[in-house]
């Protein structure tokens, strides 16, 4: 069923209305990107840590970190060669110093 044309226009008026400023949204994607600048380093500085350790997890698997993922649900995520799946970093009982 199709929506009268009016109905359409006033939801455009109402989207419209709710924009921001330019001198707010300037700050607000300043603020975004800075944000994912951050959170994209962190997960390099993970990487650089982590790729080919050696390491145990709390339930039981052991072996070596292969990929690091980031997961938009579940934050930083490992693959161990010779395991199938992706484990939480925080399963990490112990790490190759």
């Not at 949204?25 to 982590?50: G, H, N, P």
Request: glycine fraction near 8%.
């Amino acid at each position: 069923m199709r929506r009268p044309r009016a109905d359409l226009n006033d939801r455009r008026a109402a989207c419209a209305a709710r924009r921001f400023p330019p001198q707010v949204s300037k700050f607000l994607m300043v603020a975004v990107k800075t944000r994912a600048f951050c959170i994209l380093r962190e997960f390099e500085r993970a990487q650089t840590e982590l790729v080919g350790k050696a390491v145990a997890l709390s339930d039981g698997k052991a072996g070596t970190v292969e990929y690091v993922h980031l997961d938009e649900l579940h934050g930083l995520r490992i693959t161990i060669g010779g395991h199938d799946g992706r484990w939480p970093v925080s399963t990490i009982k112990f790490a190759q110093a």
